[in-house]
């Protein structure tokens, strides 16, 4: 079975220091990775390096068999990244922010109001995106993976800021997302439920003599 | 991606920026109130008479809008910028140089259209002679995405770093000087009354050609900024 998502020799140098080099990986459908790492490891950078926001030093990533600039349209449509920072908009409402984001995501047909249900904010549809809590803005985001058609998911911390309700609802889509053959990869302090052959673990962490990173 | 889609993504962009935009109009007012102010004062601090005020109405105006639109230019990708919607932009499926289009298309609409809308009003207060007040208009509606256009250049460009409002203003308004010089000679043809077609016609093919390149340099300098 080829990889959905490859990345070869990956090398990341960010302000004069080596985050990552030679970083390898491999992700089959139905596979979620872990990265983990302290904080200012370099999780996040590979996360957009993957995503194709940011450039290696060297290596490359490939979808499917495909570099990025071989089909940038198709290569997009495949990935879903949903980044530390929300991409919700402060002045419009829940509805609005929902509405806007699944028609730039090509999704017309979603029904704004299921979403808002799905996510548990129905009866806040009307109220300005910044006078939500940091979980509710969280979750506005977030409601992208309910109508989403990526293959791959990127995702940098999904639960911070979520109640323990999100944070199942959302163990429970990615469960469905697996199962239909996506690939999940995220940054996260939080444990994940799943075990075994499905979960993959990446650990980056910078130390003295260099980067040390496991891949298991 | 078809033309139908590509479309839709455009006017999706347009219409969020225009219900973020009316959700905070004092962005919106606050640069054209500059013009208004700046063009009531002069009349107080050079005196009433029509012969000086006629005069210098066409470069007063022109200034007064110059920078104006430099007041509100740092914010264009700011708040994008800071709430990541610039990434999700980046990483979206349709032609970067498109939504960048869509950007100053929504820019211009908010800060170009009703400078050209107030322009009779300046031109009164400033007792520009009426043979002038059409080709000013004129001049404004070719200029004005003109402005709009590069002032969305140097905005991408200084996105990313934080305080680049006095680095924006270095760097845009050189290139608006010719805009400025072409803009008054035609406002003066049309006022001792030969025709200010050239110089309407040379502003106009140089909108085109900005409105034509700017969305490409737009899209690299976004990828750049949130590289």
């Excluded at chain 1, 980044?83 to 979603?110: C, F, M, R, S």
């Excluded at chain 2, 007792?127 to 991408?156: N, Q």
């Amino acid at each position: 079975m080829s990889a959905v998502i490859e990345a070869k020799q990956l090398t990341s140098v960010r302000a004069g220091r080596t985050l990552f080099s030679q970083l390898s990986l491999q992700l089959h459908a139905g596979e979620i990775l872990h990265v983990e790492g302290p904080n200012g490891a370099g999780k996040s950078t590979l996360l957009r390096i993957i995503a194709g926001l940011l450039d290696p030093q060297a290596g490359r990533v490939s979808l499917f068999g495909q570099d990025q600039w071989d089909d940038p349209e198709q290569w997009q449509r495949q990935l879903l990244f949903i980044g530390h920072k929300a991409a919700v908009k402060a002045e419009l409402t829940a509805l609005e922010n929902l509405h806007y984001q699944a028609l730039l995501d090509g999704a017309d047909q979603v029904d704004a109001w299921q979403l808002l249900e799905t996510v548990g904010l129905l009866g806040l549809e009307d109220v300005p995106a910044q006078q939500l809590s940091a979980g509710q803005q969280r979750r506005i985001a977030l409601a992208r993976l309910w109508y989403g058609q990526a293959t791959l998911w990127i995702l940098d911390e999904p639960f911070t800021a979520l109640d323990s309700h999100g944070i199942a609802l959302l163990h429970e889509r990615f469960s469905q997302h697996l199962e239909q053959g996506g690939v999940i990869i995220l940054t996260s302090h939080q444990p994940l439920t799943w075990t075994g052959e499905r979960l993959k673990k990446i650990r980056i962490d910078y130390q003295d003599e260099g980067l040390l990173y496991e891949y298991r | 991606m078809n033309t139908a889609s590509a479309w839709r993504l455009l006017t999706t962009v347009m219409r969020r920026d225009l219900a973020v935009a009316l959700r905070r109009r004092s962005d919106v007012v606050n640069p054209l109130l500059f013009v208004v102010i700046v063009v009531t004062l002069f009349p107080l601090a050079v005196g009433p008479g029509p012969d000086i005020l006629g005069r210098i109405a066409t470069g007063v105006i022109w200034v007064a809008a110059l920078l104006s639109s430099l007041l509100g230019s740092e914010r264009l990708f700011r708040d994008d910028f800071l709430d990541g919607t610039l990434e999700q932009l980046v990483l979206s499926p349709a032609p970067l140089p498109l939504l960048a289009f869509g950007k100053v298309a929504v820019h211009w609409l908010l800060s170009g259209l009703p400078l050209v809308i107030l322009a009779p009003l300046c031109a009164m207060l400033l007792k520009l002679p009426i043979a002038g007040w059409g080709v000013l208009m004129l001049t404004l509606l070719v200029g004005t995405p003109m402005l709009s256009a590069m002032t969305a250049v140097g905005a991408a460009l200084t996105v990313s770093l934080g305080r680049g409002g006095a680095l924006l203003s270095l760097l845009l308004l050189p290139l608006f000087i010719p805009l400025l010089i072409f803009a008054a000679a035609a406002v003066e043809s049309a006022l001792v009354g030969t025709s200010a077609s050239g110089q309407v016609l040379l502003l106009t093919g140089l909108m085109l050609l900005t409105l034509l390149l700017a969305p490409f340099a737009v899209a690299a300098a976004l990828r750049v900024s949130v590289n």
